[in-house]
């Protein structure tokens, strides 16, 4: 009797071992980083699939959060282009187009030279390299909020359409900017483990 209840015992404890492990070896990863964002539920789910390779290193997260940013952004600027060749705009909300894929460009343009310094953080610069990454990353947001403003006629279905898909991006880069910065409170020294 008392072999089986070490046995149970020896069994219970090995299951929950390996449940914390598993636990910690995925999903709390990502909601560790995410704690810090303003969007946590898109920020879980756009990352999700980092958790295993970024674990609990903040360089690797804002990496990664700057990434998934471009990526959306990409697509939000494809979609924008397409829109631009179609006649279905006129006017003012065919002017407002181009002026946002100029917009959208500029940021991109802003999120590749984030990601860029990212990927070559330094204990020596790091400081500096923190400075230009957020300026850019601000930038970012400035450059989809001046899109977002530009359009009007808010009821045609493009336009809504468009509207959420510039919105999005604009979350994204929020939380880029979070991680970012909780990058730059940890310091230098997170970039051992990169």
């Known amino acids: 009797m008392t072999n089986n209840l070490m046995l149970v015992l020896a069994c219970l404890t090995s299951l929950t071992c390996s449940t914390m492990c598993l636990s910690k070896g995925g999903e709390s990863y990502v909601r560790d980083a995410c704690s810090v964002t303003r969007y946590q539920d ?16 903040p360089s690797k997260w804002a990496r990664a959060g700057v ?78 909020d001046t899109c977002l403003d530009g359009l009007e006629d808010k009821k045609r279905k493009q336009v809504k359409l468009l509207l959420n898909k510039v919105t999005n991006v604009s979350y994204m880069t929020s939380n880029a900017l979070a991680l970012v910065n909780k990058l730059a409170t940890t310091g230098p020294q997170c970039l051992e483990n990169s």
Request: overall charge positive; glycine content about 4%.
């Open 42 to 57: 898109l920020c879980l789910h756009s990352l999700a699939s980092f958790s295993r390779t970024a674990k609990d290193n």
């Open 67 to 144: 990434s998934v940013t471009i990526s959306q952004a990409k697509g939000v600027t494809q979609f924008l282009l397409k829109l631009r060749k179609s006649n279905f705009l006129k006017g003012k909300s065919r002017v407002a187009i181009l002026d946002c894929v100029e917009c959208l460009q500029d940021a991109l343009d802003n999120l590749h030279n984030s990601l860029g310094v990212l990927r070559k953080l330094s204990s020596q610069a790091f400081n500096d390299q923190m400075g230009d990454v957020t300026t850019w990353l601000s930038a970012a947001l400035t450059d989809e």
